[in-house]
């Protein structure tokens, strides 16, 4: 199991960026995130691996990036042209691979006024 600290989220107009950062308890291959809407499901947003490498989803393909610093167990989404259906908690999850997560963090809120 691994444990996750999340920064970051709050309120901001559509066109407008954020930046959300997630601190892992140790050394991990796959770091990212999902989000949850009101009454939706759980789904992707991006990952990014030890390696460097990344894979989005395509809702959100060319407007946000994920990068990490590895020496500290730290992975980031910056988040940019914002719309107001990118409005959702945002969890980070890491694991030896994205779809199985070892940890979640505890949530943050992401909103977007329109």
């Known amino acids: 199991q691994v444990q996750l600290v999340e920064s970051g989220g709050g309120l901001v107009q559509a066109g407008g960026s954020l930046r959300l950062s997630c601190a892992a308890s140790?050394?991990?291959?796959?770091m990212g995130w999902y989000r949850q809407a009101p009454g939706k499901q759980r789904e992707y947003v991006a990952h990014?691996?030890?390696?460097?490498?990344?894979n989005y989803a395509d809702s959100v393909k060319g407007r946000f990036t994920i990068s990490r610093d590895n020496a500290k167990n730290t992975v980031y989404l910056q988040m940019n042209s914002l719309k107001p259906e990118d409005t959702a908690v945002y969890y980070c999850a890491a694991g030896v691979v994205i779809t199985v997560p070892r940890g979640w963090g505890q949530g943050t809120q992401v909103t977007v006024s329109s």
């Open positions: 140790g050394s991990i291959n796959a």
């Open positions: 990014i691996t030890r390696g460097g490498n990344t």
